[in-house]
């Protein structure tokens, strides 16, 4: 996020929030409509920040029309970046963090933030064209060491889980690469973790 005041000490989050909608005042032949969604993976588990219930877990799904997705994931329509400012601190309430000896307010969960974009434009033949792209915003809980933060209990529980899936995704990014490098068919190891 870095900081929201002054302009120049903004980081990603606030920056994508006023480019998508700067660019969509400048567009004046399309008709957009913008969703928010907010969840963290928490010890493996999908939680809708923006739920009323923020601690249900909710189920990963997969079909051929929609790739991935988490089954009644909250999403809110949003008009404005204050609006979708808002939606980002909602959800940012309901975060899983915790004190650790490296940092007082520790996260303790991996966090998502996406954002749809939907477009219409009317064709000459008076048809209308739907056009959809998503943005995810990822902040990932940072790899720890039980040594440094002193982590017991329920901390090291979190601290072995978030580890566990930053490898995961380490080891889907190496077979990415290898796949690539090697121009075939590589297993993708992507069901070792929710992350």
Not at 66 to 72: H, I, T, Y
Not at 74 to 94: C, F, H, I, Q, R
Not at 165 to 183: P, R
Request: proline content about 2%; overall charge positive; some cysteine.
């Amino acid at each position: 996020e870095g900081q929201w005041e002054p302009a120049e000490m903004r980081g990603i989050i606030p920056r994508a929030f006023c480019r998508i909608f700067e660019k969509i005042e400048a567009t004046h032949d399309q008709n957009f409509l913008v969703r928010a969604s907010f969840l963290e993976i928490y010890n493996e588990e999908v939680r809708d920040l923006l739920s009323k219930d923020p601690k249900n877990q909710l189920e990963l799904k997969e079909d051929n029309e929609r790739g991935v997705f988490v089954k009644d994931l909250t999403s809110y329509v949003v008009k404005g970046v204050s609006e979708m400012e808002n939606v980002l601190l909602a959800g940012k309430k309901n975060r899983s963090v915790g004190a650790t000896l490296m940092n007082q307010d520790s996260s303790r969960s991996h966090s998502i933030f996406a954002i749809v974009i939907e477009s219409s434009v009317e064709s000459a033949d008076g048809s209308r064209h739907i056009r959809a792209g998503k943005l995810n915003l990822v902040d990932l809980a940072g790899s720890e060491r039980q040594s440094k933060t002193g982590a017991t209990g329920e901390r090291l529980k979190e601290a072995t889980k978030i580890n566990m899936s930053l490898s995961a995704l380490g080891n889907v990014i190496n077979a990415l690469a290898e796949q690539a490098k090697k121009s075939k068919k590589v297993f993708i190891p992507y069901r070792n973790s929710k992350l």
